[in-house]
Each structure stands twice: as structure tokens, then as C-alpha cells.
């Protein structure tokens, strides 16, 4: 995961693109957005019509970009971060 953060940050870095982190924020919900409307396609429920339904693996890469991209601006390790929640969710299950 890390290998991939670092990458991320290099296309950032490339592109010159200067975005922060609200900015960061709200393209990542625009992302959960897309899928959600694939996802209304997939189950049957009304969308608009007119619009352009997005592809679902389209709006998951979008999604995993954007989400990583906030943990460098934010300072977070991905997988370590991700070992810590999976060890906590462990403690919990086994308390139960």
C-alpha cells in the first residue's frame, strides 16, 4: 500500500495539480456518488435518465485515487492504518 501511496503522490506531482484537502474531500463524495448511481442501475431504482450512467469500476478507481490521495495530505499510512482497524476489529470479535 505504501508503494501505491508514494505512486499516487508522484502523478500528483507530476500533473502539477494543486488540490487540497476540502477539495480532496469532496471529489472523493463525488466518486461515491458515481457509484452509487451505477449501483441504482444495477438494482432497479429510478436515475436521471438524461445523464451518462458511469461505469462501476470507473468510480471504484476514482474512489481508491481520491481516498489515497487524502491520506497524503493528511499524513496517514494507509496500511498501517488498515493493520490498526483490522487488529481492533479482531479484539472486539473476540470480546464478544
Known sequence: ???FQE???KV???SGQQVDKVEETLLLFEQLGRLAKAMRVDVGLSYDSGSQ???KDDALAGLL???VNLAN???INLETAFRARENRQKRRKNRE
Do not use: A, E, S
Open 1 to 3: 500500500m505504501r508503494d
Open 7 to 9: 505512486y499516487i503522490q
Open 12 to 14: 500528483m506531482d507530476v
Open 53 to 55: 450512467i458511469p461505469k
Open 65 to 67: 485515487f481520491y481516498t
Open 73 to 75: 495530505h493528511l499524513g
